[in-house]
């Protein structure tokens, strides 16, 4: 069997690029190549290139290792974007014009960044990637931030490598790249401009603080489209559909959205075309998917690792456990403002989306790093629920859920290891811990911003502490039975 390839022949049942990749230069560098981006940002530019054309093919950029760039670069960055809905199709993208990686991973990103063509740098390297705290300031115990402070002209983290990259263009007399974060932040763009600038100023001075104030834009965005990791089940598929082997076949969900601030600096392609939404403000979309689609997700992966649920289908297939699922979506959609969306039947299209079986999305893989998604997704909809007088037993449930799955322990008795940037914190925190009071105490001394003092007062903190004793006592399928019944008998 042939590997898939730039030179493959379209065989099979999969779309193939509706243009000539080779004759569309790079005008993006993407930093951050993992299933996600390749299931969005790049099939959102092959749809467009498709469309209108432009040079603008993308260079993607493996921070994490050689794993992607090893699969992609064989097949000269084409790859299966398989989509499993009630039917599964797939397309092959081409909108991938090369992959850096390796020891030297910084270099290559910076020339490529440097390069006249380059006009825009997008990023997807999850929320601890950045090295930006969660009001938006420089992490400076960021181990990348503090190493590329230490060396600004051989930066190695993506705030490093953005302001050395616009310095080099502005010694260079070119113009500035426009810098857009495609991550589940909060106002990410606002925020990755405030810490590029701060970096700047400290690294290279106010002047290239001050262009790029002036002459670079940082857009927010809201992005949307569940994205499991690939499988061997996923290769085989593309197997299947293509006719070829491909090692870098990536599956998702048939739903995909994109909002993006119109806020370019040097043109960007036709994503509108494709299906993106361009509007003056992304926050009110922003706040809607962060606390309804990512805050429901975070709780059912606590709970649903808790109660042994690999899946979020497996989730969504117990009566009760999918109760507290669109209970939580209600509770976080009280608390979103400024949108006329209808956000009842965004719920319900939520929870039809969960529902799909064709999608395997673990429980695990969403529970990762908590502490650097929690404060969004579950404390700042909490916090308000309280202030507004609407229902806020959802967020404390959510919260008990995520405390008792960091205080799990094995057989043994043993801690069981969490797959958190702040996991030795945390597992230190809670040694010795175990009654509902000491662990609430200790995740709020180490997690202040997601445990701040209004939930951890009465009547908050009392329904915490009573919730996280039950699921630790009694276990959390009998703690979801109870809530669901409850739910049901208020309506």
Same mark, same amino acid.
């Given at each position: 069997?042939?590997?898939?390839?730039?030179?493959?022949?379209?065989?099979?049942?999969? *779309?193939?690029?509706?243009?000539? #990749?080779?004759?569309?230069?790079?005008?993006?560098?993407?930093?951050?190549?993992?299933?996600?981006?390749? &299931?969005? $940002?790049?099939?959102?530019?092959?749809?467009?290139?498709?469309?209108?054309?432009?040079?603008?093919?993308?260079?993607?950029?493996?921070?994490?290792?050689?794993?992607?760039?090893?699969?992609?670069?064989?097949?000269?960055?084409?790859?299966?974007? @398989?989509?499993?809905?009630?039917?599964?199709?797939?397309?092959?993208?081409?909108?991938?014009?090369?992959?850096?990686?390796?020891?030297?991973?910084?270099?290559?990103? +910076?020339?490529?960044?440097?390069?006249?063509?380059?006009?825009?740098?997008?990023?997807?390297?999850?929320?601890?990637?950045?090295?930006?705290?969660?009001?938006?300031?420089?992490?400076?115990?960021?181990?990348?931030?503090?190493?590329?402070?230490?060396?600004?002209?051989?930066?190695?983290?993506?705030?490093?490598? @953005?302001?050395?990259? $616009?310095?080099?263009?502005?010694?260079?007399?070119?113009?500035?790249?426009?810098?857009?974060?495609?991550?589940?932040?909060?106002?990410?763009?606002?925020?990755?401009?405030?810490?590029? +600038?701060?970096?700047?100023?400290?690294?290279?001075?106010?002047? $290239?603080?001050?262009?790029?104030?002036?002459?670079?834009?940082? #857009?927010?965005? /809201?992005?949307?489209?569940?994205?499991?990791?690939?499988?061997?089940?996923?290769?085989?598929?593309?197997? &299947?559909?293509?006719?070829?082997?491909?090692?870098?076949?990536?599956?998702?969900?048939?739903?995909?959205?994109?909002?993006?601030?119109?806020?370019?600096?040097?043109?960007? #392609?036709?994503?509108?075309?494709?299906?993106?939404?361009?509007?003056?403000?992304?926050?009110?979309?922003?706040?809607?998917?962060?606390?309804?689609? =990512?805050?429901?997700?975070?709780? $059912?992966?606590?709970?649903?690792?808790?109660?042994?649920?690999?899946?979020?289908?497996?989730?969504?297939? *117990?009566? *009760? %456990?999918?109760?507290?699922?669109?209970? %939580?979506?209600?509770?976080?959609?009280?608390?979103?403002?400024?949108?006329?969306?209808?956000?009842?039947?965004?719920?319900?299209?939520?929870?039809?989306?969960?529902? =799909?079986?064709?999608?395997?999305?673990?429980?695990?893989?969403?529970?990762?790093?908590?502490?650097?998604?929690?404060?969004?997704?579950?404390?700042?909809?909490?916090?308000?629920?309280?202030?507004?007088?609407?229902?806020?037993?959802?967020?404390?449930?959510?919260?008990?859920?995520?405390?008792?799955?960091? &205080?799990?322990?094995?057989?043994?008795?043993?801690?069981?290891?969490?797959? *958190?940037?702040?996991?030795?914190? +945390? /597992?230190?925190?809670?040694?010795?811990?175990?009654?509902?009071?000491?662990?609430?105490?200790?995740?709020?001394?180490?997690?202040?911003?997601?445990?701040?003092?209004?939930?951890?007062?009465? #009547?908050?903190?009392?329904?915490?502490?009573?919730?996280?004793? /039950?699921?630790?006592?009694?276990?959390?399928?009998?703690?979801?039975?109870?809530?669901?019944?409850?739910?049901?008998?208020?309506?």
């Amino acid at each position: 069997m042939t590997r898939l390839s730039a030179s493959a022949k379209p065989v099979g049942r999969a *779309d193939w690029p509706g243009y000539r #990749p080779e004759d569309h230069a790079p005008g993006i560098v993407h930093l951050g190549l993992g299933n996600f981006a390749r &299931a969005h $940002l790049l099939a959102y530019t092959d749809a467009a290139l498709a469309l209108q054309g432009g040079d603008w093919r993308v260079t993607g950029v493996s921070l994490r290792g050689t794993a992607v760039a090893d699969s992609l670069m064989p097949q000269e960055g084409r790859y299966t974007l @398989i989509t499993r809905g009630a039917d599964t199709s797939a397309r092959v993208i081409g909108a991938l014009a090369g992959v850096l990686a390796g020891p030297d991973v910084g270099a290559q990103a +910076l020339a490529a960044m440097m390069a006249p063509g380059c006009r825009i740098v997008s990023l997807t390297v999850t929320e601890k990637g950045y090295g930006i705290t969660s009001d938006g300031q420089l992490d400076r115990k960021h181990p990348a931030v503090a190493a590329d402070l230490a060396r600004p002209e051989a930066p190695q983290g993506v705030i490093g490598l @953005i302001v050395a990259a $616009l310095a080099g263009r502005r010694a260079a007399g070119l113009a500035p790249f426009t810098v857009l974060s495609c991550d589940n932040l909060s106002h990410n763009g606002q925020k990755l401009r405030s810490a590029v +600038l701060g970096f700047a100023r400290e690294t290279f001075g106010t002047d $290239l603080a001050d262009w790029i104030a002036t002459e670079a834009r940082f #857009p927010s965005t /809201m992005v949307d489209r569940i994205t499991p990791a690939s499988t061997a089940v996923t290769v085989a598929t593309a197997v &299947a559909l293509t006719g070829h082997e491909d090692l870098a076949a990536v599956e998702t969900e048939p739903f995909s959205q994109w909002v993006i601030e119109d806020d370019f600096c040097a043109g960007r #392609p036709a994503w509108e075309l494709a299906g993106a939404v361009f509007v003056r403000d992304v926050a009110p979309y922003e706040q809607m998917k962060l606390r309804m689609l =990512n805050g429901a997700h975070s709780m $059912l992966a606590y709970s649903g690792q808790l109660a042994g649920r690999a899946y979020v289908r497996d989730v969504m297939a *117990d009566a *009760d %456990h999918a109760a507290l699922v669109r209970r %939580h979506l209600a509770a976080a959609a009280a608390t979103v403002q400024g949108l006329s969306l209808d956000l009842e039947a965004y719920a319900a299209a939520l929870a039809e989306r969960f529902c =799909n079986p064709a999608i395997a999305h673990a429980t695990a893989q969403i529970a990762m790093d908590g502490t650097q998604k929690l404060p969004q997704r579950i404390t700042a909809p909490a916090v308000q629920a309280l202030a507004a007088g609407t229902a806020a037993r959802p967020f404390a449930f959510a919260l008990a859920a995520w405390i008792a799955y960091l &205080a799990r322990r094995d057989a043994g008795g043993a801690p069981v290891p969490v797959d *958190d940037p702040k996991a030795a914190g +945390l /597992m230190a925190a809670l040694s010795g811990k175990t009654t509902p009071a000491d662990l609430v105490a200790a995740m709020a001394a180490v997690c202040p911003d997601i445990l701040p003092a209004p939930l951890t007062g009465s #009547p908050f903190g009392t329904a915490l502490r009573d919730l996280l004793g /039950m699921i630790l006592q009694e276990g959390m399928v009998a703690v979801i039975a109870r809530e669901a019944a409850d739910c049901r008998e208020q309506g």
